[in-house]
C-alpha cells in the first residue's frame, strides 16, 4: 500500500515538475537558443551579392565583390562562392558542404592553377580571403564543438538579447577556430546574432563582430537576414566589413550548382 | 513500329537536354555571368619581366628573358546555352637569347551547354591531375617550360581539341577528349647546349589523318569523403623525341641533323584526394605504355610514374609535402655519353631523350616540400619550393615573394635554381633556368 501510494507522489512529482518547469527556469537552454538562432537565419535556398571591405590599420581598403548561392538539404547546408571582382581574385570559387554533425567538405577552384582543390575544412579559423573574417565566420557552427553556457541577458542597439558563452571543447578546435572562447549575443525576440565576442587563450579580447540592419528576407516566410557584418580587430585595429548589396530567396535554386564540375566553370 | 519509339527516345532525350538549358538564371548564374544583358567582357594583364643569371657557360651573369606584354582575354556568352573564349598573349623582347614569338594564341574556343551535356571545340587547354605541380595524368595539351614566368599557368599551351562533359547526377562526370592535331611541347633543351655543328630543324609533325589523332577519357568522382578519377589517354606524348636524321653535306663536310619526333602511348591514370584529419591527402599514379620502343631506341620506355602527397594549413602558412616515383618497367641501360668528339650523335640523342623522360635509372625518388605563407591582409605572399631527387642527386630550390600593391598590381621577385652533376636534366636546364627575376603585372 505504501509501496502505491509513493508511486502516486513519484508520479504527482514529476507531473508537477513538467508543469512547472518553464516557470521555474523562464529561460531556454543556451543550446535551444543556439540552435533556433541556426534554425532562424537558415534559408531552403538563397542567392546573394556581397561586397567585402577589407580596411587595414592605415585607412587603406581593398574591396571584393563575390556571388553566393546556397542550398538547404536534410543534413546539409550547401554554398558555392565565387569572386566577382577585383580582377586578379575575379574567377576563385569555393563550394562548402557544411553538415549539422560532421566536418564540413570544402573544394576551392583557383583559376591560375585550372584545378578544383579539395581543401580541409578544419582549417576554419584561417582568414577569409585576408579579411579579418575567419572561414568559421562564413558558415554556422557546429554546437557539438562547443560548451554552451547561458550567461544572462544584456542589451545591443536597444535589442535585448541572450549572451552565450561558447568554449571549444577540445584543444584541438581552439585551433581549428581560432579561439578560445566566444561571447555571442542572440536577439530575445527574432534569435537573431547581434554580436560576438572572440577570445585568446589568456582571457584577452581579440575580436568583436557586429551584425546590423537586420531585414526580412522578401518571400521566406517572415526570415530575416543582417545586410551588414564587421569584424573588429582588436589587436591589429583592422577591420573588415560585408555588406549584402542583393539577396533573393529561392527555395528551387539550381542544384546542379553546388558540384565540382559547376565550380570551374568559367 | 521500331521507328516511332526511337523517334520518341530522340524527342525525350533532346527535351531533357534542352530543360536543363531553359532554367531561368538566378541572382548567383547572372552575378557571375555579368548579368543577362551583358554578352561579352574583357580581362586580362599587362606586365613586364626581367630574368638574368648565369649562362651556359656558367661564369658570366645574363639577362635571360626581358619582356614585356600582356594577355587579352575576350569572354562573350550566348544566354545560357553557350559561351566562348579567346586569349591571345602578346610579347616582345628576349628569351634564351630569342625573340618571343609576338602573337601566341593561347585559347580560343566555343562552348555549348546542353543541361547535362557540355561541347566545348577549339584550342583549349586542359589540366588533369590532382597532385600538386607534378602530374602524370596530365598530357593532353602541349607545355613550354623554358617560359620565364612567376606564374605556373604561363607554361601551358592550347590545342585544338574536341571536348565534351556530361555530368551523372551530382557525384560523377564523365568527360571524352578527342585531339585532331598533334602540338609539341617544347623540350627543355635549347639549341645551345647541343654541339654546335649540329641540325636542328622543326619538329616532323605526324600527318593529320584520323588515324594519328588522339583520344582521352576520363570519370571523375566526387563525394563527401573523397574524390578520385581513371583516366586513359591514347595519343602522342606531348612532348617529342630527339632522333638522328643522319648527315646533311655542308660545304665540303658533313653536318649531324637532329630531328624532333613525337610518339605514340597509351596510359591509364588515376588520382584521389581526400582528408585525414587535419590533414589533405591526394595522390596520382599513371602507367604508360608506350608503342614502339622495342624496335626504335629513342622512344620513352614503358614505366608507372605516381605521386603521393600530404598537405597542412597552420593559420596563414600552407605546406605540401610530396613523394613521386619513377619505376621503367622495360628497362634498358644506356651508356653516358662522353666528352669526346668521337661520340655518336645517335648515343648522345639516346642519353638525352632517357634524360627528358626521366629513365636513366630504373627507378626514381623525389622528395619536395612546398610552403606557402601569407600574413596579415594576404597582401604580401612568400613563398618556397625545394625538391631533391634521392636517386639522381639533382635538387631545385625556388623562393618567391609576390607583394599585392594594390587591387590588380602585384610586384613579383624570386629566385630559382635547379642543380645537378654533369649528365643529369637538371645540370641541362640550369643554365636556361636558374636566375633571379622581377615581374611587375597589372591585371584588369
Known amino acids: 500500500m505504501i509501496k502505491i501510494r509513493n508511486k502516486n507522489v513519484a508520479v504527482v512529482s514529476i507531473f508537477l515538475m513538467m508543469a512547472v518547469s518553464p516557470l521555474v527556469c ?4 543556451a543550446k535551444t537558443i543556439m540552435r533556433k538562432s541556426r534554425e532562424v537565419s537558415r534559408f531552403k535556398g538563397m542567392e546573394s551579392v556581397t561586397e567585402l571591405h577589407i580596411l587595414n590599420n592605415r585607412g587603406g581598403e581593398r574591396i571584393r565583390k563575390i556571388a553566393m548561392a546556397s542550398l538547404s538539404q536534410p543534413g546539409v547546408e550547401k554554398r558555392i562562392i565565387r569572386f566577382l571582382e577585383p580582377a586578379d581574385v575575379k574567377g ?47 558558415s554556422a557552427p557546429n554546437l557539438d564543438d562547443f560548451t554552451l553556457t547561458l550567461k544572462g541577458e ?28 566566444k561571447e555571442v549575443y542572440i536577439g530575445k525576440s527574432d534569435y537573431m546574432l547581434r554580436e560576438a565576442h572572440y577570445y585568446d587563450k589568456n582571457g584577452t579580447l581579440v575580436k568583436v563582430l557586429h551584425a546590423k540592419d537586420i531585414q526580412p528576407v522578401s518571400g521566406s516566410g517572415g526570415k530575416s537576414m543582417a545586410r551588414w557584418l564587421s569584424m573588429e580587430n582588436k589587436i591589429n585595429n583592422r577591420t573588415s566589413w560585408l555588406r549584402i548589396l542583393q539577396v533573393r530567396y529561392n527555395p ?13 566553370k568559367q | 513500329m521500331r521507328k516511332p519509339v526511337r523517334i520518341s527516345a530522340i524527342i525525350v532525350f533532346i527535351g531533357w537536354l534542352l530543360t536543363g538549358g531553359l532554367q531561368a538564371q538566378g541572382l548567383f548564374e547572372q552575378s557571375v555571368s555579368g548579368g543577362d544583358n551583358q554578352a561579352w567582357s574583357l580581362s586580362g594583364y599587362i606586365r613586364g619581366l626581367a630574368w638574368a643569371g648565369k649562362t651556359v657557360d656558367k661564369e658570366n651573369i645574363e639577362p635571360k628573358a626581358l619582356f614585356s606584354g600582356g594577355e587579352i582575354n575576350l569572354l562573350a556568352k550566348s544566354g545560357k546555352f553557350g559561351d566562348g573564349k579567346l586569349s591571345f598573349r602578346l610579347r616582345d623582347g628576349m628569351e634564351n637569347g630569342y625573340e618571343p614569338y609576338g602573337l601566341d594564341l593561347r585559347e580560343a574556343y566555343i562552348h555549348v551547354h546542353l543541361g547535362p551535356v557540355s561541347l566545348c571545340t577549339g584550342r583549349q587547354i586542359i589540366a588533369w591531375g590532382r597532385a600538386d605541380s607534378n602530374n602524370p595524368t596530365d598530357l593532353i595539351t602541349p607545355k613550354n617550360p623554358l617560359f620565364h614566368s612567376p606564374d605556373p599557368d604561363d607554361i601551358r599551351m592550347g590545342n585544338f581539341l574536341f571536348n565534351g562533359k556530361i555530368n551523372v547526377g551530382t557525384h560523377i562526370f564523365f568527360q571524352g577528349i578527342w585531339i585532331p592535331v598533334y602540338r609539341p611541347s617544347i623540350i627543355p633543351v635549347t639549341r645551345d647546349v647541343l654541339p654546335p655543328e649540329m641540325e636542328v630543324p622543326a619538329v616532323q609533325s605526324p600527318q593529320k589523318t584520323l588515324k594519328n589523332s588522339g583520344y582521352a577519357m576520363k570519370m571523375d568522382f566526387t563525394y563527401p569523403a573523397v574524390d578520385f578519377s581513371l583516366s586513359w589517354f591514347d595519343g602522342f606524348d606531348p612532348y617529342p623525341l630527339f632522333s638522328f636524321g643522319g648527315y646533311k653535306p655542308v660545304d665540303s663536310t658533313f653536318v649531324p641533323v637532329i630531328g624532333e619526333e613525337p610518339f605514340r602511348e597509351k596510359i591509364a591514370g588515376a588520382d584521389f584526394s581526400t582528408t585525414l584529419g587535419s590533414f589533405g591527402v591526394r595522390g596520382e599514379v599513371a602507367y604508360r605504355q608506350t608503342k614502339g620502343y622495342d624496335h626504335d631506341i629513342h622512344v620513352a620506355l614503358p614505366d608507372i610514374r605516381w605521386v603521393a602527397g600530404l598537405d597542412k594549413t597552420l593559420g596563414n602558412l600552407t605546406m605540401i609535402v610530396q613523394y613521386s616515383g619513377y619505376c621503367v618497367t622495360k628497362f634498358r641501360e644506356v651508356p653516358e655519353p662522353g666528352s669526346g668528339p668521337a661520340v655518336m650523335p645517335d648515343q648522345m640523342l639516346l642519353f638525352y631523350n632517357r634524360l627528358m623522360f626521366r629513365q636513366t ?7 619536395s616540400l612546398h610552403a606557402t605563407w601569407s600574413p596579415g591582409q594576404e597582401n604580401v605572399n612568400i613563398e618556397g619550393y625545394g625538391e631533391t631527387n634521392l636517386t639522381t642527386g639533382e635538387s631545385l630550390i625556388r ?41 611587375c603585372k597589372i591585371c584588369f
Open chain 2, 361 to 367: 635509372k630504373r627507378s626514381q625518388h623525389t622528395l
Open chain 1, 92 to 138: 576563385t570559387g569555393l563550394l562548402i558542404f557544411d553538415y549539422e554533425n560532421k566536418n564540413d567538405d570544402m573544394w576551392m577552384y583557383l583559376p591560375a592553377l585550372r584545378k578544383v582543390r579539395r581543401i580541409v575544412s578544419s582549417e576554419k579559423g584561417k582568414s577569409f580571403m585576408g579579411s579579418e573574417f575567419s572561414n568559421a565566420d562564413m
Open chain 1, 252 to 264: 528551387d535554386v539550381n542544384a546542379s550548382m553546388f558540384t565540382t564540375a559547376y565550380l570551374q
Open chain 2, 399 to 439: 623562393a618567391q615573394v609576390k607583394w599585392n600593391v594594390s587591387d590588380g598590381l602585384s610586384l613579383t621577385g624570386g629566385w630559382q635554381h635547379f642543380d645537378g652533376k654533369q649528365n643529369t636534366l637538371y645540370d641541362l636546364v640550369g643554365p636556361l633556368l636558374n636566375g633571379l627575376y622581377m615581374q
Open chain 1, 154 to 181: 544584456q542589451s545591443v542597439d536597444g535589442m535585448e538579447c541572450f549572451v552565450i558563452d561558447m568554449i571549444p571543447v577540445s584543444h584541438e578546435l581552439i585551433i581549428t577556430y581560432g579561439f578560445a572562447r
Open chain 1, 26 to 29: 523562464g529561460q531556454p537552454t
